[in-house]
């Protein structure tokens, strides 16, 4: 089974400083896991996604994420936060078990998020 | 390139009264089509998946239903709303056919429901 715990519902920073959100998973098959950022009232938008390939992802608006097997995490990092990061982030990891259909390739991709983390950013 | 429709917005309903909304994926097809609602403090949680027209699997047993009538096309029901029901629905796709577990997640701009 796959799970996400993300650590601190809320984290404040100062403009200009380091973001961290941190993020744990637990999954039985190598996983697949996403950042998505939410900006109120609005869906939620892909950061970064790491599919087995390079262990630091970049992602959009100055975002990486560094995957780390022996820790089972998969922080999101930012070197300088702007005003405009202030928004609520999202660690998501994929199960990759379900097939659906005949057809070998067709998997179901079902994302498990965690409860997300508010990042509010002082000027 | 692909885009992703939910109507309405923002929604006020009262108990008891009925609630339809509406998901349309366009620039594909044969997407997996999610809804997932979204309450204060309890982060995303998956209501319905459907991988092609007619076929729905629904995660959680609750006071709604969900139906895909057209390739492209998604809808979340309900024949009586409780308060319970408030809370940010949203609609996303990932490609179908191919293996999607690796595939993001797109999501709609979402439907605001109060339920008075």
């Known amino acids: 089974a796959q799970s996400v715990t993300q650590l601190g519902s809320h984290v404040s920073v100062s403009e200009g400083a380091l973001v961290l959100l941190r993020c744990n998973y637990s999954s039985s098959v190598p996983p697949y896991l996403f950042w998505y950022v939410q900006y109120p009232n609005q869906g939620l938008q892909l950061l970064l996604k790491y599919t087995s390939a390079a262990t630091l992802v970049k992602g959009i608006n100055g975002f990486e994420a560094e995957f780390k097997k022996s820790e089972t995490s998969f922080h999101l990092t930012k070197p300088s936060a702007h005003m405009s990061d202030a928004a609520e982030y999202f660690c998501a990891v994929s199960n990759s078990e379900v097939y659906v259909g005949t057809d070998r390739g067709s998997t179901l991709g079902r994302l498990y998020f965690g409860r997300g983390t508010q990042l509010t950013v002082w000027p | 390139s692909q885009t992703i429709h939910q109507w309405p917005a923002t929604l006020v309903q009262p108990v008891g009264s009925p609630l339809s909304l509406e998901c349309t994926v366009e620039?594909?097809?044969?997407?997996?089509l999610y809804w997932y609602r979204q309450a204060a403090g309890r982060g995303l949680q998956l209501l319905f998946y459907s991988v092609g027209i007619g076929q729905i699997s629904s995660e959680v047993p609750q006071n709604l239903s969900a139906s895909r009538p057209q390739d492209r096309q998604f809808i979340l029901s309900s024949k009586k709303l409780l308060l319970s029901d408030s809370g940010f629905y949203l609609c996303?796709?990932?490609?179908?056919?191919?293996?999607?577990?690796?595939?993001?997640?797109?999501f709609g701009n979402g439907t605001r429901l109060t339920v008075t």
């Open positions: 996303a796709w990932t490609m179908g056919q191919y293996p999607s577990y690796n595939s993001p997640l797109h």
């Open positions: 620039g594909t097809s044969n997407p997996n």
